[in-house]
């Protein structure tokens, strides 16, 4: 018991130790990058959960996913990744009819699924450094099923913080897209309007 | 018939399975990975037999699991669930065991004892009350842990998504499966029945998720490929960053070095 008690004491001291020296340095930007990336997820957690406790209709949920979606999420980077190495061809006015179509659907083909998150509850438990980003763990708790491990990965190289990917139980939402939307382009024989036109139907 | 005779050719079929098992978990074990993070030689065999599935499913299995649905109200298919998850456990029992992992054999054995008894046949779950959850394992994860690589894409006709290895897996599963090997039909079926009872329950629930991938994806060959292979990955505790140096694949692969 005794021991127990000793151990756990010091890896409070040397967590609160750690913390503290963090945030002593400026130079070390590590927690505090990491504490805003939580702190996005944060904000976009409590404005999901409001949206899914509001009791709206399925077009008004759809609206609001789609502002939540434009305000957190880096659409940009996660359009222009979901189209692969064929965005860097295209001409800037493209670009922003293929991101504006895409940012359309997404917000349609996840935001009328709302409705089976009634009842739910988003909970983020904590945030690490990867590579250049960081990723944001959070546990989902849906009505009627064990919790499930839901992840987003934050960057600010957009300019802001916005995370550009969402990794359900290891399901990267990036890398399903970018088979999804490959898929498209191939049906239209690489045409990007062609593209463009079925995903402002699809979703 | 006599249990004598039935007794010798399911022996001998159980031996010649698991001599397929050891004989297909080495060809499952290749070092091909492909650009794409995706390996699917046999893409044209399994996107047939992926159009035979969809058939099944809007033909067969879809209506049938909303007719389950539309009969039994929630809580009776939750406690079905339940039976079926419980009649799986000693065959978790088993492949943890074999993964070496002592401490969740004995946590398995204790959760179907107690399941098995004050929770009724299994069909209730007091065990994960007293914090003794379920732990699902299966073969595929006790040949990762041996060290066997995952192998080729695979549809399976009914199953669905799967690997190379993880169909060795499906197949040792079967065999091993303490309910086919010691008891006698008809009981012997109950888990078979419970399997598909379970599944339809699934099918139902997840219904809209399940539609839209199958029904409304541009193709939905390529979305249940990558969901299945990305959601099993996580689940054998594989994660992109340690595994994946491949970026068409690995979803820690800054997209921000791309542009």
């Known amino acids: 018991m005794k021991i127990f008690d000793l151990i756990t004491r010091r890896g409070f001291i040397a967590s609160a130790g750690a913390t503290a020296l963090a945030f002593a340095l400026p130079g070390t930007a590590f927690a505090l990058n990491d504490a805003q990336a939580k702190a996005l997820i944060d904000r976009a957690v409590a404005d999901i959960n409001k949206v899914i406790s509001s009791g709206k209709s399925v077009n008004a949920m759809i609206r609001d996913f789609e502002r939540i979606f434009a305000k957190y999420g880096d659409v940009q980077i996660i359009a222009r990744s979901a189209l692969g190495p064929d965005a860097r061809g295209l001409s800037s006015s493209q670009l922003n009819a293929y991101t504006k179509a895409f940012q359309g659907y997404m917000a349609r083909k996840y935001g009328k699924r709302f409705n089976e998150f009634v009842g739910g509850q988003i909970d983020v438990k904590g945030s690490r450094k990867v590579k250049s980003f960081y990723e944001v763990k959070t546990s989902v708790k849906l009505r009627g099923q064990s919790p499930f491990e839901v992840n987003f990965l934050v960057s600010d190289r957009s300019g802001k913080d916005k995370f550009f990917d969402m990794i359900i139980e290891g399901i990267s939402l990036r890398l399903s897209e970018k088979a999804e939307i490959g898929a498209m382009l191939d049906r239209n024989g690489g045409n990007i309007n062609g593209l463009i036109n079925d995903l402002k139907k699809a979703g | 018939m006599s249990s004598r005779k039935t007794k010798a050719p399911a022996k001998l ?208 060959y390529a979305q249940a490929r990558i969901l299945y292979l990305q959601n099993r990955r996580f689940d054998l505790g594989i994660s992109g960053e340690d595994i994946y140096t491949d970026p068409e694949f690995n979803p820690y692969e800054d997209p921000y070095e791309d542009f």
């Open chain 2, 13 to 220: 079929g159980r031996s010649l399975l698991l001599c397929a098992v050891l004989a297909l978990s080495a060809c499952a074990s290749n070092d091909q990975v492909s650009r794409t993070g995706i390996y699917d030689p046999k893409e044209d065999a399994n996107r047939k037999m992926h159009e035979f599935n969809k058939d099944v499913d809007r033909y067969l299995f879809s209506p049938a699991s909303n007719g389950y649905g539309f009969l039994f109200p929630q809580p009776v298919r939750n406690s079905f669930s339940r039976f079926a998850d419980h009649l799986s456990l000693p065959n978790d029992v088993i492949n943890h065991t074999l993964q070496g992992d002592l401490e969740e054999a004995v946590g398995t054995t204790w959760r179907f004892l107690i399941n098995s008894t004050v929770g009724i046949a299994g069909f209730f779950d007091p065990a994960s009350a007293i914090d003794i959850p379920r732990d699902d394992t299966d073969f595929g994860e006790t040949l990762h842990v041996w060290g066997v690589q995952e192998g080729a894409y695979v549809e399976l006709p009914f199953f669905g998504p799967s690997t190379s290895r993880d169909t060795v897996g499906l197949m040792a599963d079967i065999a091993l499966n303490p309910f086919v090997v010691i008891f006698r039909d008809p009981t012997q079926y109950i888990g078979v029945a419970a399997y598909v009872v379970d599944a339809m329950g699934n099918r139902y629930d997840f219904d809209d998720t399940i539609d839209s991938i199958l029904y409304e994806s541009a193709d939905s």
